[in-house]
Structure formats: C-alpha cells, structure tokens
C-alpha cells in the first residue's frame, strides 16, 4: 500500500521530472526563436553615412537605411521659418521642430508614413509646404509633423548624428 | 476543463482515442530496451523536420550561392550553426536509430506474420530516409556533394535502353547543375512529411496487430500486456534522454566526426576529389555496389540490380522465414545467422569505406575479394534462413507458452 509519504514523494517527482522537461523545451525552442532575428550580416548594415555636405538648401535626397528610405532634407530659411512658427499652432502631435533637428538646416524622416507605411512624395508635395503621402492623404509640414489626414504621429525621426562637418550617421552601431 | 473535453468528445471522440490507442494500449509487459527505438525514431524524424524547416527559411538552392548561403548559416544567423549540427548529425543518428530498429525487428522475428504489411511501410520508409538523406546531402554544394550527386544520379544509366536519356531528365542538364539542386531540394522538403505520413500508416498498422514482444508468442491482453502510459511513456522517455546524451555530446563536442572535409571545398565540375565515399549509413551498399566489377560489360547494371535487391529483398523476409518460432531466442541457428550477418555490415561498410583497389595483408586480399564474399553473405543469410526454415534444418529449443 502506498502511504501519504509515497504519493507526496511521487507528487514532488512529477513536479519536478514536469519543471525540468518544460525548462528543457523552452531551451531548446530558444534557438529556433532566435534564428528568426536579424543574423550578423543584416546587423553590419544597422548603420548608414552619408555625406551631406554637397546638398544644396532646399535639396532633398533618399538614403536607404536598414532597408527603409531616409528622407535627407537641407532646409532654406524660409523652411526653417514656417517650422518654427507653427510650433505654437494646435498641433494632433504637438512637437517643437527645435527637438525634431539635430542642426536646424537638416531635416532627416523616416520616409514611412505613420500611417500605414507607404512612402511619402518628396518636400513641396502637400498642403504646409511639406510632405504628401499618396496612399491615404496625409499631409506634413516642413518638420515632417502630421497636419491633415489620417496619419496618427508625426513622421519619426530616425537616431542620427553628425561624425564630423560634412558626415551625418543614421542608426546606432549594435555590439 | 472536463466540460470542454465533453463538448469536444461529442463531436470527435479525441479522449476515446487517446485511451484506446495511446494511454490505456496495452503493450505487453516485457517489452526490453530494444523496443525504444521505434518512438527514438520518430523522436529523430521531429527534430529533423522542425531544425530542417528552419534551415530552409535562410537557405537558397542556386549552384551559386548555396556553398555561400550555408557558410552564412554557419556564421551569420542565430544559432544557425547549431541548426545546421543538429540536421547533418541528426541524418547520422536517424540511421543508425533505424538499423538497430529493423534489426531488433529481424532478430525477434517482428516481420513475421501477421506483421508483415506493417514491416513493408517500415521498409519504404527506409528507402525514402535514403533518398532524402542523398538529396540533402547535396545541398550544401561542396564537392562531396556535387560528385556525390554525380556518382549516384549515373546509376541510373546503367539502366538498358532509357537509362542515358533518364539521367539527363533527373539532371536537368547534361551534367549535375543548377536545376538538379533546385529540383533535389524541392524534393528534400517534401519527402520528410510524406514520410511522416507514412510514419502514421505505419503505426496504424503496428496498432492494428499490436506489439512483437522478445518472446515472440502472441500475449494475451490484461494478462500479458500493461499500459502504454506511463510504463512505456516513461521508458521511452528515459531512452530519449539516453539518446540526447549521446547526441548532443556529437553535436557539441564533434560536430563534424561524421561529415568529409572535402564538402567543405565549394562544388567543382571540374575536378573530383581523389577519394570519394558516400556518408557511412549507405557505405554497406556501396560496398555491394562495387563489388559486382566481374561481369565485364554488364557489370555496371549487376552492381545496381544487386544494391538494390538488397534492400528489396527485405521484403520478401516474411515469406523466406519458415520457422513455427518469431523470435531468435530459440533458434540457434538463425541466432548464429544473424549475428554474422550484422558483422557483414560491419565489414561492408568498412570495404565500402576504403578505396576501391585497396588491399589488406601486404596486397595479399585485396578488398574486392572482401568485399564480393561479404556480398554473398549478405544475400546469403537471407537464403540460408530460408534453407534451415524451409526444410526443418534448424531445431529450436522450448518456447515459453506465455510471458
């Protein structure tokens, strides 16, 4: 006959035979999880430079950056100057353009509508002065700010920085 | 929990099914340890389709980029280099799972009536393993496998009349190439789940009749036989984990002891390495393939016709076995048999290893002559069998009248 130590002895084994096995699966399930990430040679593309220095104001270039397209705009003054002055309209995503440019002549977007991903059409296209995505007519400033349409966020503004006078870094370089 | 499982059963009686076929199927109760490699098997075809599908999501079948993409596998993907491991050795250890499982099933007489339509699916199970081990062993497009591919596709042309005509056709091309890569790795995923249908035919036809048992006399059910859970559950469980030990101390520690460090050299046309074996679990066959070299201008189709007949010939065993007795435990001559026949193996596939011409004792037998012996001990177990069965020759010692 089994006594009440028995079956506890045996609950405890079922339990812990039972926690071992479900550790040992989710181990080996990690390694097909994983493969799925960007392998090392996707990673050694994470970052993109571009030499900016031959832009003419009011030049916009395509950059692809991590398979995406970076929109690189150098801004004429008078850009600059109907970015800062709708910082104080009523803004769907309110953002001040000063905390939207690392330099205030260099706009850099992530080209990818915040609406569903098509690609905008370049500066000078939409109502603002800005940007318009063809897809479902959204329409951005000269800050790359939502101001009419579906889109619910301004577009992004991708990490960047400045290596050096002439040389802008999108992305951050991974380990 | 038990509502939902009400609900369910009322529609399609999964809980009935598992009773009757999986926790409550009687087994009988003596089942040893060679038992557990039917379930290892299948354990082994799991871990080669789910590590095969995820190798196929990074690599590309193109003579130009294979040899490329695999190395990329290797090195750049995440844990690539442990998927890929795991697949190449994983083909080792499928095998040699699946020769202790057909011999176990040879010794103990599990081919024997009325099992015999369940040892046919275990056979051509065997036959597609071998083609989808050939064709996967091409795809990483190093020269053993491009003058693998080469070596085994020109068997076909031994074949009179279409045979020159059907290599070409298996080609795509006049040479092995890019369209027999691509051709051979459509083919390499599809076969793995054509034989785990089969797999379930084969079971379904293993639960129709029920286990052999090392005894070998039907069992009487309740009195003879026990739960498949958890006593088999567990016991097969504990093999897998014996198993895993085994394997992965392959996979980690000599992850390349199995594989040639010629396919490590990108495929080239142009030039065969001076060595070339195929993977050990066909060398066997191999070896009884090039043994057949003394029928002048028909020998080329003979090496063919024999390597294939010694897989056929597996499936005419049931009806060469005549003995009143399944298992070999009482069957002294048949065990004597067997036993040569499994050292045969042995020494075929060593013969299959070495280069053709060798020679052993200071070029006093050169292995040709091993080798053709070692062939007709291979066929000749199966007509000796036949011989000592057929005409009462063998005298076999008591049987036990239960287990």
New interface residues.
């Given amino acids: 006959m089994a006594t009440e130590s028995d079956e506890n002895r045996r609950d405890f084994l079922v339990l812990a035979t039972g926690a071992v096995g479900a550790a040992g699966c989710a181990g080996a399930v990690?390694?097909?999880v994983?493969?799925?990430?960007p392998?090392?040679?996707?990673l050694s593309q994470a970052t993109t430079e571009v030499d900016v220095s031959s832009l003419a104001a009011g030049q916009m270039i395509t950059v692809p950056w991590q398979g995406k397209p970076v929109f690189i705009l150098r801004r004429t003054p008078e850009q600059i100057e109907a970015a800062r002055k709708a910082d104080s309209e009523p803004l769907p995503d309110p953002a001040k353009d000063a905390d939207r440019v690392k330099r205030p002549e260099f706009l850099v977007l992530l080209a990818l509508c915040p609406h569903l991903g098509c690609v905008p059409q370049p500066i000078g296209t939409g109502n603002y002065g800005g940007f318009l995505c063809p897809c479902h007519g959204s329409h951005y400033d000269t800050s790359g700010r939502i101001r009419q349409g579906p889109a619910p966020k301004n577009m992004a503004v991708p990490y960047y920085e400045f290596k050096d006078e002439k040389t802008l870094v999108i992305g951050k370089a991974t380990a | 929990m038990s509502k939902i499982m009400e609900w369910v059963d009322a529609r399609l009686p999964v809980t009935a099914l598992l009773k009757s076929q999986a926790t409550e199927y009687p087994t009988p109760k003596n089942l040893n340890y060679w038992w557990n490699f039917g379930s290892l098997a299948l354990f082994v075809l799991i871990i080669m389709i789910?590590t095969g599908l995820?190798l196929a999501?990074?690599y590309k079948a193109d003579a130009n980029q294979s040899f490329d993409v695999v190395e990329?596998i290797m090195?750049?993907?995440?844990?690539?280099w442990?998927?890929r491991y795991l697949h190449a050795n994983g083909a080792s250890f499928f095998f040699m799972v699946v020769y202790i499982h057909i011999l176990r099933g040879m010794y103990y007489g599990s081919y024997r009536k009325p099992r015999e339509i369940l040892w046919w699916f275990g056979i051509i199970i065997f036959f597609m393993m071998m083609a989808t081990a050939f064709m996967g062993y091409v795809l990483p497009w190093g020269q053993m496998s491009y003058w693998g591919a080469a070596v085994i596709t020109n068997l076909m042309s031994a074949i009179p009349i279409i045979g020159e005509d059907l290599v070409v056709w298996i080609w795509g091309g006049f040479s092995v190439g890019d369209p027999t890569l691509n051709r051979f790795f459509a083919l390499h995923f599809l076969l793995p789940l054509v034989i785990f249908g089969v797999v379930m035919v084969h079971m379904w036809a293993l639960h129709a009749v029920h286990s052999n048992n090392p005894v070998g006399i039907d069992v009487h059910e309740g009195k003879d036989t026990i739960p498949f859970h958890p006593y088999y559950t567990i016991k097969d469980l504990y093999g897998a984990g014996v198993f895993l030990i085994f394997f992965c101390a392959v996979v980690f520690y000599a992850p390349n002891f199995f594989l040639e460090p010629d396919n490590y050299i990108p495929a080239n046309p142009m030039q065969t390495p001076a060595h070339i074996v195929p993977e050990w679990y066909f060398l066997p066959f191999y070896a009884i393939l090039r043994s057949i070299d003394f029928l002048g201008s028909f020998s080329k189709l003979a090496g063919v016709i024999a390597m294939g007949g010694a897989i056929a010939i597996l499936f005419i065993l049931p009806f060469l076995d005549r003995s009143p007795v399944r298992s070999f435990r009482y069957r002294p001559l048949s065990k004597q048999l067997f036993w040569i026949f499994v050292v045969d193996c042995f020494v075929l596939g060593w013969v299959g290893y070495n280069p053709a011409d060798a020679a052993i004792f200071d070029g006093a037998l050169p292995l040709i002559i091993v080798g053709r012996t070692g062939t007709a001990l291979y066929f000749g177990y199966f007509f000796l069998l036949w011989v000592i069965t057929a005409f009462d020759i063998e005298k076999h010692t008591p049987v036990p009248k239960s287990i």
């Fill in positions: 990690w390694p097909f994983k493969s799925w990430s392998s090392a040679d996707v | 789910a995820f999501m990074h990329h090195r750049d993907v995440n844990y690539g442990l998927l």
